[in-house]
C-alpha cells in the first residue's frame, strides 16, 4: 500500500516516517512540506543513512493519482484545506490536526479561531479513537485522529463513563505534557531556560481539547456533558500523564473496576492494566503505542481515580494514525507498532 505523508516537518511527521519506515504492508510512497524543498536528512539528521528521500511541495492531485492513503501533519486550519481537495479526489486520509474531529463546525471559532471545514466534510469524518470506534473506522475514507489529551483522558474514562457507574458533572482531569507536544515551532514558553526546573499550568479551561473531550464523553453518557480539564507542561521532552478524579455512584472495590477494565480491553492489543495499587509512570510507555491505565476507589470519599500515561507523539499521534490506517485497510492492528517502550 503506497502512502503519502504531509507536514513532515514536525515530530508528529517525523513519528510516522519512522514507524512507517519499518511497516510490513504501508510503503512510504511520497513525503511533502509547506515549507522548502530539501532532503529529510537535513530536517532529521538522525534519518541519515537510513531514510534519504527529498521533502516535496505538495501537489494533490498527484499524490491522489499515486497513493493510496494520506497522512496529513499538517496544523490546523492548513489540514483542513487539503482534507476537502483530497475528499474530491477519493482518497483516504487519516488526519492527525484537529480540523474534523468536532461535529459542530460552530465550535471551531471558539476553540481553534477558524474557520471550520465545510460541514459535508466534518459530517462524514470519523473519530479514530481506535479502542472503541473500530468499526466506523474500518470503513472510513476521512478519519479524524484523536489530540494527545483526548487519547489518554478518554482511554482512561471511558469504561466507567459507558458503564453509567460515575456522576458525568463530576470529571475533573489533570493532565500533564511533554514539551514535544507544544510543536517544533520556537515560542518563548517552550525555551529551555524557561522550561527547565520549572512546571506550569497553562490555557487553563481555554484548551481546544475540552469540546473533543466533553463531544466523546456525552456520546457515551447519552446527553451533554461538561468538564474540568486542566493542562500542564513539565520539563520532559515525551509523554503525558492524565489523572482523572471521578465520583462514583455506588460504592465499588478497586478490584472489581479493575476487573471491569481488564475485560473491557481484553482484546485491545495497545492498553495495559495495572494491578491493583501500582500505577504508570510516563517513561514506561516512551516511544512506544501502549496506553497503560491505573485505578484506585477511595471509600473514604466515594471518588475513583485514574491515572492513564501514553507517548504523546505516538499513541497520542503518529502511533495511533497508523493503528487507525491499519484497521481501515483490515490489517493487523498491531503491525508496525510492536516497539517495545524505551527504558530507562
Known sequence: MKAAIIGTTGYGGGELIRILSGHPVFNIHSIHTTRDEKPVSEE?????GIFERVLTRIDTERIAEEADIVFLATPSKVSGNLVEDFYQRNIRVVDLSGDLRLKKGDLYKEWYGHEPVNNSILSKAVYGLSEWNKEEIKTARLLANPGCYPTAALLGLAPVMAEKLIE???????????????????SIGTLYAELNENFKIYKVNEHQHIPEIEQQLGQWNGEPI???FSTHLIPITRGIMATMYVQLKNEM?????IDLYNETYQDHPF?????????????????????????HADRRTGRLTIVSVIDNLMKGAAGQAVQNANIMYGIEEKAGLEMTPLYP
Open 271 to 295: 492498553i495495559r492494566i495495572r494491578r491493583e495499587s501500582v500505577f504508570p509512570a510516563v517513561k514506561e510507555v516512551k516511544g512506544s503505542n501502549f496506553c497503560d491505565i491505573g485505578l
Open 253 to 257: 472495590d478497586t478490584s472489581r473496576l
Open 44 to 48: 532529521y539528521p538522525h534519518l541519515t
Open 168 to 186: 458525568p458533572k463530576s470529571v475533573i482531569i489533570d493532565a500533564k505534557s511533554g514539551v514535544s507536544g507544544a510543536g517544533r515551532s520556537p
Open 226 to 228: 461538561n468538564i474540568t
